[in-house]
C-alpha cells in the first residue's frame, strides 16, 4: 500500500480545526499499519481518523449498513422494503424511503475487503478520497478546487440517510467532488459528531492532484471575513471593469 508523493502542505493555509482525512479502499488485508479494536459507524470513522494514527477496518469493525455499501452483503428486505425509516417518521410512507436504494453509491459486491483511514499528516497511502472539514468561510475556496480550473458546476448529492456513502463512495465510483452540510445528515447528527453548518467536502483520487494544484493558486483570505463593498459599490466596480474590457476588447 505504498503512498504517492503527493504534496498536502497547500491544506495547511487553512489551519482547518479537523484535520482532512485520507480513506482507501482495499481488496487485501494491509500491512505496517494497525487494526482498529472497536466498532463504529462509518461516518464516525471520519472523526476517529482525524485525531489518531492511521488505522484499518475489517468487517467485524462495522456497526451500521456498512457491510451493504461496501459490497459485504446484500441489503435485508427490511431496507429494501422502504420500511426501516419510514416507520421512525423519517419518509412520509415506505414507498418514498424506497426509493433511496434506487440509487444509494454503493461498491461492486466483492470488490472491497478493508478500509483504510489516516490523517493527512500521518498518510501511509495515496487515498481513493480525501475528506475535508471546511467552515463556513473555508468552504467557498475549497468548493473552488476543481471549478477554478474546469468551469464544472459546484454539486452537492446526498439523501438526509446513509449520507456517509454519499461522502466516501459516491465520489469513488464517480470520479466526481461531493459535499454534505453537516445537519443535514440525520444519523450523524443524531451521534453529535459535528457541530450543524460544516461543509464535509469529498475529493476523490482521480481528482485529488488538480484540488491540490488550483488551491495553491486560489486567493484564500485567512483570518475573519473582511468586510464586503456592499451593493453601490460593487456594481461601481463591476461597471468599470466592463469598461476596461470593452476598450481590451475593441484594441
Known sequence: MPAKQRDYSVLDRFHFEYKPVGVKYLPTRPKGIRKLEKALNFCEMIKEAQDTEPFYVAPDNWHCVEPHLLGFEDFPSIYNSGLFGADEGLYQEARANRQLYNYLPQMVKGSVQYVAFGPVDKLPFDPDVMVLTATMEQAPTVLRALNYSTGEPIVSKTTPVVACSWLMVYPVISGEMNY????????????????????????????????????????????????????????????????????????
Not at 463593498?229 to 469598461?243: L, Q, S
Open 180 to 251: 454534505v452540510v453537516t445537519g443535514l445528515g440525520l444519523g450523524m447528527d443524531a451521534m453529535d459528531m459535528f457541530p450543524a453548518g460544516l461543509f464535509l467536502i469529498s475529493i476523490p483520487f482521480q481528482k485529488l492532484g488538480e484540488a491540490l494544484r488550483n488551491l495553491a493558486e486560489i486567493r484564500y483570505q485567512e483570518g475573519p471575513r473582511p468586510p464586503r463593498p456592499g451593493g453601490d459599490a460593487h456594481r461601481a466596480r463591476v461597471e468599470t471593469y466592463k469598461e476596461e474590457l470593452q476598450r481590451k476588447w475593441a484594441e
